[in-house]
């Protein structure tokens, strides 16, 4: 096992570091995206609540790996050329944003009501109430769920395999196809996969512990 | 105290992990002798591909799988086991074919693979039934003539199989897509994913044949001669092949089945592969 490394050293660590970026990328935007529509499916406004949960529900119940090829093969036939990686980051962010919508959707939810009512008699916006009083509450009541999708979203990275995003798994795969040592190469991979996981667990948890 | 405890624990699970997958994988149903039991079960279990017209191609409109792989290996079947004797197919692409072969899943490997002296290392192989070469397949009108018109665009392959290491030889400036199979790397080229599609010519006429807008161009520039991967140590069962394949050579039942795949596929010269 320590040779396959050795020999693929190089292989390994980019395929790593794809993975690391892809994961990065997509946890930032989906976290952002998925907040977003999160305050949309609470919002006043009937119209926006409907519009928040049509995204959700359509993202949250369609495979990965489907968002994924039809950004890349789809979407270049008719509209832009975007390679693997793009795609593959894109599809996560997407996909991974839904839950998150839902996550922190049920943080917003589960602050007591009378929070924002107050917020709202001070004469607070809704924009301000949401922003300064519910959301904090919100996010500390979420931390787990929200570790879990993060852990998922990295683990979901290796879509990126199979649209040639050059990430852990797509790596695997091909040194696995040279080399024919299938079990050592795919056990090293999860190793890989673990260093970013593991911390990211552990984080979390902290946090968890921190805040509560 | 406790927290060091937790850490412990973990880092034993994953050595654990680690120890009980790299252990496993030495002994398995592959380390029997397959002819004995595949006499006794009257069967073959062949791994064919599922994606490649003309050679092994699963019919979406009945689920069977058809091809010039498949019609040899019933063939095949027949002559080493029996009249009553029956193929069965379990469909395998270029990544998994090998490990599914080390694995006992199957029994033999007729799927579009070349013999190389890296797999041979891993496994054994009959001798050649079909001579095949790389080539590459572009859009009509496309301004690469040749593999060497590649350095410096992009060329998609499918992970696993040869021809994405061989293209390197012959335009190590490309860069290189490697695709789970040859309908998605196909799907691939037509969204502009690649400039070209590269492997064995057979299967990019193949391609040719059902998608008019793409042609093969330029000569192959390798010779790719397939055999039927077998696991190491069945001697038996390799020495049944190899008798099998050359009374099929015989008897003209070769000939017929490549008349009927590739009889008439444009661009691609069938006699060249007929065998006396």
Redesign the interface.
Known sequence: MIKLLTDNWSAFISGFGWTLLSSVLALFFSLIIGSLFAILEVMPSKVVRVIGNVYVEIFRNIPLLVITMFFYLVIPLYVVKINGFTAGTIGLTIYTSAFIAETVRAGINSVDSGQMEAARAQGMTFWQAMKNVVLPQAFKLVIPPLGNQFVNLVKNSSVLAFVAGFDLMYQGNAIASQTFDTVNTYVVVGLFYLVITLPISYYMQHLERKLA | MKKKLKYLSLLIT?LLL?LT??G??SQSLSSQNVLENDKKSKTITWGVKADTKLLGLVDVKDGKEKGFEVDLAKALTKKMLGKDATAKFVTVT??SR??LL?NGNIDAIIATMTITP??K??IDFANPYFDAGQSILVKKGSSVKKVQDLNGKTI?GV??SNSV?NVKKFAPKAQV????DYA?AL??L????GDALTTDNVILAGMAVSNPGYELTGKAFTTEPYGIGINKGQKDFKKAVNKALKEVQADGTYNKLIMKWFGDVPGFNYKEVLRK
């Open positions: 994953s680690v997958l790299t496993c994988g270029s990544q090998i490990p080390k890296e797999r290392k891993t998609i992970v696993g290491q897509l490697q695709l789970p998605q799907t691939a037509k969204s502009g994913q």
